[in-house]
């Protein structure tokens, strides 16, 4: 049938466009918030945000690139950005020049702040001191929501080391943020929970009595640490080496480690595997082995899915691109050495996953790392050609590794009043998260 001349308007369903929504990547979407104000409002709502970051956990969307945070774990006063690591799949790791994770004015305000978690887009950040003051952020919005202060008695104080957990209530679709200290008043550890958009900290009934290694592992929608181990420590005692905090009914448990067999669990590292909890453990100086958890709602056990020999480094010559192997394995080995001993995870270099299928081992320098291809079974060897800490180069420090994939989930909807930078740059929260150039928007509870 001919056009008769009348405008003909074709109605794509709504159905159908917030189904192609859910499979794009988050930088998209927050370009398509510009578009409608319909769309700008369904994407900033949760139930959009826990859909779409279900999908992206799931594999099934073209989501932001996944990537690796290497920083140092006090922000000190010389950090000026830290940058992310991302993996392009052909033995060659890249910054992301164009958008920092982090990026500071000024830093004096900040340098005591320290990175203590990173779990569904959100880095939860805890000023180090006294003030016990937290906040989370939102780099791929430049949202920043700050947390009520701890639920503390008036005669309670908190010591310098807590341990900082997120994680998701399925059960409710409700995100939840779980933190674990030492009181000194009572000489015991105690742990609170807060649910994002309430107004205060709960106090957990029964809190276990030890130090955990930072940082810890988001999986499942639970949070899962690794505890420091004593020398003197039984056997039974040696199994219980993995601490896990249930979101859904806020509560901690201990899971088994690995059956290493005659090897001593002396050496292992806890890291989020496509998805799911995984050891990476080093019988030896050249061996490394992934344990994978299976089963995590009822009966959980490990599959060793990885048996890798180390005989050899990959090597990519900057120069000429050229691949080479070296049979000579002193640097892996020194790396092995200063990071794998049975008290290993204060002072060690951190482990983290990039992508679904490799491995990272970062360095306490800014000169060295090393990239585990599991595809290939290939341990390569990186020089830094870059510093991913920008004002601390030429320093060895202590740094965490965190993974890290953008989210579209926006902090504002659990506020209660915000300032905005650009508008209302009085506004007190402003003033204080001013030397954050990230943020752009401050929300609080207050």
């Known amino acids: 049938m001919e056009n008769s001349g009348k405008k003909v308007t074709k109605h794509v369903p709504d ?13 998209s979407l927050l370009r398509l918030r510009c578009a409608s104000k319909i769309w700008c409002n369904n994407i900033d709502g949760i139930s959009f945000a826990n859909s779409h970051e279900a999908l992206c956990t799931a594999g ?40 920092p994770i982090l990026e500071f004015l000024s830093n004096k305000q900040g340098r005591d702040y320290r990175i203590s978690q990173v779990a569904y887009g959100l ?6 001191d006294h003030a016990q003051e937290t906040f989370l952020c939102n780099p791929l919005r430049g949202e920043v929501l700050e947390l009520p202060g701890p639920g503390l008695t008036n005669r309670e104080s908190i010591g310098h080391t807590m341990w900082y957990g997120m994680g998701f209530d399925s059960t409710t679709d409700w995100y939840k943020v779980v933190r674990m200290y030492y009181v000194y008043e009572v000489c015991e550890f105690a742990a609170e929970v807060y649910t994002l958009g309430t107004d205060s900290w709960r106090r957990i009934a029964t809190t276990p009595s030890c130090y955990l290694s930072l940082p810890g592992v988001s999986a499942y929608g639970d949070m899962h640490w690794r505890r ?13 080496m993995i601490l896990t905090f ?20 002396e050496a292992f590292r806890l890291i989020n595997l496509r ?12 061996l490394i082995e992934i344990w994978v958890l299976k089963d995590y709602k009822s009966e959980h056990y490990w599959e060793r899915e990885h048996k890798i020999i ?26 092995h050495r200063a990071n794998n001993s049975f008290s290993a995870g204060v002072g060690a270099a951190g482990v983290g996953t990039l992508g679904h299928d490799d491995i990272f081992f970062d360095t306490n320098n ?70 954050l150039k990230t943020a752009r928007h401050v929300y609080s509870r207050r």
């Open 310 to 335: 180390i005989d050899q480094l990959w090597v990519r010559e900057p120069e000429t691109g050229i691949i080479k192997c070296d049979n000579d394995l002193s640097l892996w080995k020194k790396y």
């Open 123 to 128: 880095l939860c950040i805890e000023k180090v």
């Open 366 to 435: 800014d000169k060295e790392m090393f990239l585990l291809d599991l595809q290939t079974n290939r341990l390569w060897y990186k020089q830094k050609e870059f510093p991913l800490v920008e004002g601390c180069e030429g320093y060895n420090f202590h740094k965490d590794i965190f993974n890290y994939t953008g989210s579209v989930l926006s902090l504002r909807n659990f506020a209660r009043n915000y300032g905005i930078f650009e508008e209302s740059v009085e506004d007190m929260d402003s003033q204080k998260y001013s030397f």
């Open 60 to 99: 099934d969307v073209v989501s932001e690139e996944p990537q690796v945070l290497s920083v140092p774990l006090l922000l000190g006063s010389i950090v000026k950005k830290v940058h992310s690591l991302v993996y392009d799949g052909n033995d060659n790791l890249m910054k992301r020049n164009e958008y």
């Open 228 to 240: 420091h181990a004593c020398s003197n420590e039984s056997e039974e005692e040696r199994r219980k």
């Open 275 to 286: 998805g799911s909890l995984a050891v990476v453990s080093f019988p030896s100086n050249i």
């Open 15 to 27: 159905d159908l466009v917030y189904n192609i929504f859910h499979r794009l990547p988050g930088k």
């Open 246 to 265: 249930d979101f859904k009914k806020e509560e901690f448990k201990w899971l088994s480690h690995p059956d290493f067999g005659c090897k001593p669990c």
